[in-house]
C-alpha cells in the first residue's frame, strides 16, 4: 500500500457517508437519465505501461443531487468534491487523484479526459460491478499453498526482483521486495495462514487479488480503517487480537460472495461482513472472476507459514 498518501486517503473516506457539498449540476436531474449511473462501477486504468483498478459509486441524496465515492488505485476511499452530469458524460474531481470525465454508453463508461495522477494515465473504462450475493456453499479438499521449503506455486505480481526466501519454514521478505501472488486463483474459500511482522512491519492479505486484509505493527491505527484486520480503507476491525511484533499471529478468512470473515488468534475481527468493493492496490477490478491470493511484501517485515486454503464448489 502506497503510505504516503495514506493518512489523507483515510480521513477523506471519514466524509463519505455525508460526501462533499460542492456539486455543480448541469441541469435539472429529473430531466436526464442519472438513473442510469446510479450504483457502483468497476474501472480500469490503462496507462505508463500497466493496468491499474479501482471503482467510483454514483448516488442521489434526498435533493437529488448527485454524490461520487472513489477508490483509487492505492490508498482509501474518497469523496469526489465537484460532480456533474448532462446525461451524455459524468465529471467528477477527487482530493487525491484528480479529474476523470467519461461518456456513458452500451452499458459502459469510457474516459474522454482524465486530468489525474501521472500514474493512472489518461484511459480507463468502468462497468458495472456484480452484486456477488452470499449463497450456500459446498467445501472441497483443503490444499497447502506452501510447502515449508521453495516458493513453488507462487510468482512476483511484477518484474520487479522478487525479494522473497524461504527461511526456517517461512516465506520471509528481503528487499527489495516485490508482492507475492499464487499461480492458482480462487472464488470462494476458506484460508488460514500465520504471519509474523517485524517492528513497525507492514503487510496484508489480498483475497482474490482484491479485497485486502490489512496486517500492520502501526500502533496509531488500532480500530481504523488501517488497522490489522481492517479490510483495508472500508471496514475497520471490531476487535484488536494481534500479538506483539516478532511473534506469530493465526489468520483465517471465509469469502463467499462478498461477505468476509476473520478472525486473527481465533478472536473475530471482521463477522459476517459486506465488502463494499475492491480496496487499494487491487490486482484488477474483474470482480466476479476467481482471483489469487496475494501476500503483500513490497512494504515488507513480514513472514508466513502455514498456508493452507479450503475452496469452495
Keep these: 500500500m502506497r503510505r504516503s498518501i495514506v493518512r489523507v486517503a483515510l480521513a477523506a473516506a471519514l466524509t463519505l ?16 437519465p442519472l438513473a442510469q449511473l446510479r450504483g457502483r ?4 486504468f490503462t496507462g505508463h505501461h500497466a493496468r491499474r483498478a479501482g471503482w467510483f459509486e454514483v448516488r442521489l441524496n434526498d435533493r437529488n443531487e448527485p454524490r461520487v465515492a472513489f477508490q483509487g488505485p492505492w490508498g482509501a476511499v474518497e469523496a469526489a468534491t465537484q460532480v456533474s452530469f448532462n446525461g451524455d458524460w459524468l ?12 461518456r456513458y454508453g452500451h452499458h459502459r463508461i469510457r474516459s474522454i479526459r482524465s486530468l489525474g495522477s501521472d500514474a493512472i494515465g489518461d484511459d480507463w473504462v468502468a462497468v458495472r460491478a456484480p452484486e456477488l450475493p452470499t449463497h450456500a456453499i459446498h467445501w472441497g479438499d ?29 516465506m520471509t521478505v528481503a528487499f527489495p521486495s516485490n508482492d507475492l501472488v499464487s499461480n492458482e486463483r480462487y472464488r470462494d474459500f476458506k484460508l488460514h495462514l500465520q504471519y509474523r511482522l517485524e517492528p513497525n512491519g507492514d503487510s496484508g492479505v489480498h483475497l482474490r487479488g482484491r479485497y485486502e486484509v490489512q496486517l500492520t505493527d502501526r500502533q496509531e491505527l488500532v480500530g481504523e480503517r488501517g488497522a490489522t484486520g481492517s479490510i483495508y480503507g472500508h471496514l475497520p476491525p ?29 478472536v473475530t475481527v471482521q463477522d459476517h461482513a459486506i465488502i463494499p468493493g475492491i480496496t487499494g492496490d487491487a490486482v484488477d477490478s474483474d470482480e466476479g472472476a ?11 517485515g513480514v513472514s508466513f507459514r502455514d498456508v493452507v486454503i479450503t475452496p469452495g464448489r
Design 17 to 32: 457517508v455525508s460526501f462533499a457539498p460542492h456539486v455543480v449540476v448541469a441541469r435539472a436531474l429529473n430531466d436526464h
Design 142 to 170: 483443503s490444499v497447502r499453498l506452501f510447502d515449508g521449503t521453495t516458493l513453488r506455486g507462487w510468482h512476483g505480481r511484477s518484474d520487479a526482483p522478487l525479494g522473497w526466501l524461504v527461511r526456517d519454514g517461512a
Design 238 to 266: 471490531i476487535a484488536s487480537a494481534e500479538k506483539p511484533a516478532g511473534e506469530w499471529n493465526s489468520l483465517d478468512v471465509k469469502l463467499v460472495g462478498r461477505e468476509v470473515t476473520v478472525m486473527i488468534n481465533h
Design 41 to 44: 462501477w468497476d474501472v480500469t
Design 91 to 102: 465529471e467528477f474531481r477527487t482530493p487525491t487523484f484528480g479529474t476523470f470525465r467519461g
Design 290 to 300: 476467481p482471483g489469487p491470493i496475494v501476500l503483500q511484501g513490497h512494504i515488507g
